[in-house]
Antibody
């Protein structure tokens, strides 16, 4: 079955750009939407944004000015870049697949295990 | 933006108890409401989608209901393995996702 794996640096300096990649295995990245979600220590889940395999994107308005999500279908990967990071961006970052339910609702049916990113000098 | 509230924020119940969590949206979201379970140190797991549809492989003691702005998630008979935080999530007409703040469920 489809599995997702996040990868990237675990430590990023303040003001720099956080870069993560999600590798999709056991299935194709095509024909689906793919999301990034994060969870600060001890807090709830925050949706960051999603990308369609064709490249169209949508971002959380609260992060939109700093977020870029891209896709590489040849590698079955999609990526997250978050610029100008601060300590508030310290979190576990998850990637997930979105599925279209009945009537137009989307939900996240497959998740990666998550990767911890700490912002610190 | 659509805001999501959940209540209670935490609860403690005995094994076998019926547990109910409510989720309220700040505006009508039809049935665009999903429920996830997150155990400590683990990724969230989809339990319910489209407000009331049980994800494949999820035990039938979990159920969801509601539409519009008010939704309910129920565990009919709490089991020790159900200790987790439960999140509702909505998908709105601006194509944005929002999670509720979560409800932590413990065993009494």
């Amino acid at each position: 079955q489809v599995q997702l794996q996040e990868s990237g640096p675990g430590l990023v300096k303040p003001s720099e750009t956080l870069s993560l990649t999600c590798t999709v295995s056991g299935g194709s990245i095509s024909s689906y939407y793919w999301s990034w979600i994060r969870q600060p220590p001890g807090k709830g889940l925050e949706w960051i944004g999603y990308i369609y395999y064709s490249g169209s994107t949508n971002y959380n308005p609260s992060l939109k000015s700093r977020v870029t999500i891209s896709v590489d279908t040849s590698k079955n990967q999609f990526s997250l870049k978050l610029s100008s990071v601060t300590a508030a961006d310290t979190a576990v970052y998850y990637c997930a697949r979105q599925i279209l339910g009945g009537g137009g609702n989307y939900y996240m049916d497959v998740w990666g295990k998550g990767t911890t990113v700490t912002v610190s000098s | 933006d659509i805001q999501m509230t959940q209540s209670p924020s935490s609860l403690s119940a005995s094994v076998g108890d019926r547990v109910t969590i409510t989720c309220q949206a700040s505006q009508d979201i039809s049935n665009y409401l999903n429920w996830y379970q997150q155990k400590p140190g683990k990724a969230p797991k989809l339990l319910i989608y489209d407000a009331s549809n049980l994800e494949t492989g999820v035990p039938s003691r979990f159920s969801g209901s509601g539409s519009g702005t008010d939704f309910t998630f129920t565990i009919s008979s709490l089991q020790p393995e159900d200790i987790a935080t439960y999140y509702c999530q909505q998908y709105d007409n601006l194509l944005l996702f929002t999670f509720g703040p979560g409800t932590k469920v413990d065993i009494k």
